[in-house]
């Protein structure tokens, strides 16, 4: 997808006076190099990653901010990025993305984020977990308030190139990223894509980074956490087999597990899940801007 270049123009400084009343003089100013915000995505949607290129000689981006939420900033090949999550519930029009740049200098975009539209369907509690809809919700809370304390770590970036998807084949897609399930008087919200698979297929790292959990959860399965740096995460639930441990570093393709279906599943497939700053973005848009 090519970017749409927004520039950002400097403001002029204002004339100075002449020092004789008979001639002006004109002094010669260096021209600043003028930084260039390409937005990857220029439509925006519920659900979508934000992601900007900026290009530019000597001037780069140190922080920026989406309505004040604080956005990864790092250097990616020939240029810097900006990256951060839509969430699926994310209010829609206009925000506002401020950059401010290296030199002292900052400029202010206005973001304007879309509706999509989210399918419902009805999805009752697996007999195995032996829980009700109500105890699922307050159980999946708890789970979640955990999960999102290993996703809040922001280190060093661990990729140089782009994403890759987690199976072999990933052309079968069981549910999509926000859909929400109605289990009894309770909707829970889908924050990940689920890929059909059989039962013990091979499960791939989506990109380089460190195995920050690799444990039986009692909702999510047996789960894979990696952290690929900058706040990214990728998740991999309802693995039947895990074969990667915490603390160790993984390569793009490296095998993670198979494909299961413990925890909160009705049948085997592979549930994957991207968090950018604890922030949950549709997996398969994000490793397709990504590539």
């Not at 260039?36 to 922080?63: C, K, R």
Request: net charge negative; no cysteine; hydrophobic share 40%.
């Amino acid at each position: 997808m090519s970017a749409q270049t927004v520039p950002i123009i400097p403001i002029p400084s204002a004339p100075q006076a002449s020092s004789t009343a008979s001639s002006s003089v004109e002094e010669a100013t260096s021209t600043p190099t003028v930084p260039e915000i390409g937005f990857l995505n220029p439509l925006i949607f519920q659900g979508d990653t934000l992601v900007a290129d900026v290009s530019s000689t000597g001037v780069f981006p140190v922080n920026a901010s989406l309505d004040g939420r604080s956005l990864s900033v790092f250097k990616y090949q020939d240029s810097y990025r900006i990256v951060g999550a839509i969430g699926a519930t994310e209010k829609i029009g206009p925000h506002s993305l401020a950059v401010s740049f290296s030199d002292g200098s900052s400029v202010n975009e206005q973001v304007y984020v879309r509706a999509t539209k989210f399918s419902l369907v009805d999805l009752g509690v697996p007999e195995k977990l032996g829980q009700t809809a109500d105890e699922l919700v307050q159980n999946l809370a708890v789970e979640q308030s955990a999960l999102d304390s290993i996703v809040a770590l922001k280190t060093n970036l661990a990729f140089s190139s782009g994403f890759r998807l987690p199976l072999a084949d990933a052309s079968h897609i069981a549910a999509p990223f926000g859909e929400i399930r109605k289990t009894g008087d309770q909707e829970i919200r889908h924050l990940g894509i689920d890929f059909s698979a059989s039962k013990g297929t091979e499960v791939y790292a989506i990109n380089n980074g460190t195995v920050r959990e690799a444990e039986d959860d009692p909702i999510y399965g047996n789960m894979v956490a990696i952290d690929h740096g900058a706040g990214i995460f990728s998740l991999y639930m309802h693995l039947d087999q895990i074969k990667a441990k915490v603390g160790q570093t993984v390569k793009a393709g490296q095998i993670l597990g198979t494909v299961g279906d413990t925890g909160y599943a009705t049948g085997p497939h592979l549930h994957l899940s991207i968090k950018i700053g604890a922030i949950s973005v549709d997996p398969v848009k994000f490793i397709d801007i990504f590539r």
